[in-house]
């Protein structure tokens, strides 16, 4: 902790996921001790710093609950590790990340833990948490999930695709269901049919159709929709609640808004990338195309109003990044003479607020409450975060953005701080940033500078899947 020990947050105005209103903002050792109008000031004596938030806004801090740092993948690693994406993420406005761990198969989960509680300590610069991603579902893997939970560790993650590296077959799906159901546990779920889709690529590739725009053709919405159906029965079946990760498709929101209706406990979150890129970018020319290769691919532009309209009406929970980036130069390039070799993955742990207070909030498509809910206050609930994070309250982490909600700024790559040499909307002017960022009552951004500390970022142990 810094020598600081009260600061003001003053004459702002609060924004939570159901209020808005003027309110000083009071913090004590890292957390928030009192929200009072600004008008009541005097009775709280000298505050150590002051922060003017007059004019703007006052928010929880971003919560990306999908983050892919410093992974190994399709034969290099993801190019941002904890230092630098941390660091972009606070940039952005994002104060904690859950990072997705991987047991490699064959290993004990406990083998993939450690390796990601080794890179992320000493180097993190906001808080995280992990899911830990499981390849094999067998008996010593069932009972690790147990000790996995007690240590905070309360999703895991499956794989319906990737035959042969991270699939896993509906037995071991529904077994871990099973024991996340008597945990106390989340699953977590890429849902799509990997083992029917090699097929199409390798279809794809005999026909001699290499280029990226061939990586959506042969990921059809249809093989989300069934992934996502399958995913959501052997959950009912299982009791167990279900996430789905980086929801794409209209054919697979109408599963999960279907599994809603009967009451069934089914989120799903879907990512910027979905809703603001499109095929019409996978089929850019001369291998530009490579840099917005993710999975579930990006799906034709119409579909996109699908999207947002399950934002507004709560059939989306969440949009996380399903950050995953690869320089466009030594990485992306693997993939010049197949799409299959592409590394999957797309730069975004900076760009997720901007994107959606710019195009959703100003726009008109979501409020600024709602705004609030999908990128830190339901995450932070689906994820056993809150009420520690994920919202302005008395008691809660002083993770906070002081927002300045007409910031007019560009997305272009050099003027971020990801470790990536392109960003998917490079010359995209957009408004609204922090002009402060507080990790734990911490000041970490000022004015678009970096103020924080690598290794200041803490674990945090999540609490198990309760119903909010
Ligand atoms: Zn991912």
């Avoid at 119409?302 to 320089?327: I, Y």
């Amino acid at each position: 902790m810094s020598a600081v020990a009260r600061t003001l947050i003053k004459d702002g105005t609060v924004v939570t996921a159901v209020d808005t209103y003027r309110s000083d903002v009071w913090i004590e050792n890292g957390v928030i001790t009192a929200l009072a109008h600004p008008s009541q000031r005097a009775a709280f004596g000298q505050p150590d710093v002051t922060i003017d938030a007059a004019g703007k806004y006052v928010l929880p801090g971003g919560i990306d609950v999908h983050t892919h740092l410093d992974m190994p993948f399709g034969g290099t690693t993801s190019s941002d590790d904890f230092e630098t994406g941390t660091i972009a993420a606070a940039h952005g406005g994002t104060t904690t990340l859950v990072d997705f761990a991987i047991q490699q198969k064959g290993t004990a989960l406990r083998t993939g833990l450690d390796a990601w509680h080794q890179k992320a300590e000493g180097k993190a610069a906001i808080d995280y948490g992990f899911h830990m991603i499981t390849t094999d579902v067998n008996d010593g893997t069932l009972a690790e999930m147990g000790q996995l939970v007690n240590e905070g560790i309360t999703s895991f993650k499956l794989f319906m695709a990737y035959p042969g590296v991270l699939y896993v077959d509906d037995g071991q799906i529904f077994r871990a269901m099973q024991r996340a159901r008597d945990l106390g546990a989340l699953i977590c779920m890429h849902a799509e049919n990997g083992i029917a889709l090699d097929v199409l690529i390798a279809q794809a590739l005999a026909r001699g159709e290499t280029a990226p725009k061939f990586h959506s053709l042969t990921r059809p919405q249809i093989a989300e929709a069934e992934g996502t159906h399958r995913a959501l029965c052997l959950a009912e079946m299982a009791d167990c609640p279900v996430y789905i990760v980086h929801l794409s498709a209209p054919r697979a929101l109408e599963k999960v808004l279907e599994a809603r209706d009967r009451g069934q406990a089914a989120f799903a979150e879907t990512c910027p990338q979905y809703l603001f890129c499109s095929f019409d970018d996978l089929a850019r020319d001369d291998f530009e195309g490579a840099k917005y290769v993710c999975t579930p691919p990006l799906r034709p532009k119409e579909m996109q109003a699908d999207l947002w309209r399950g934002l507004k009406t709560n059939d989306l929970q969440v949009v996380s990044t399903d950050h995953c980036p690869f320089c466009f130069k030594g990485q992306k390039d693997l993939g010049r003479e197949s799409f299959a070799k592409i590394p999957n993955g797309m730069p975004g742990i900076e760009t997720r607020l901007y994107l959606l207070w710019d195009g959703g909030v100003r726009t008109g498509r979501i409020s600024m409450n709602r705004f609030v809910e999908i990128t830190a206050t339901a995450p932070a609930k689906i994820f056993g975060l809150y009420p520690h994070k994920g919202t302005v309250a008395v008691g809660a982490d002083a993770d906070l953005l002081v927002w300045d909600g007409d910031k007019e700024h560009t997305l272009d790559h050099a003027n971020m701080h990801m470790r990536v040499d392109y960003s998917p909307y490079e010359g995209k002017t957009v408004h609204g940033a922090p002009t402060h960022v507080l990790s734990r009552g911490k000041v970490v951004v000022e004015d678009g500078r970096f103020v924080g500390r690598s290794g200041d970022g803490r674990f945090v142990k999540r609490s198990t899947f309760a119903l909010t």
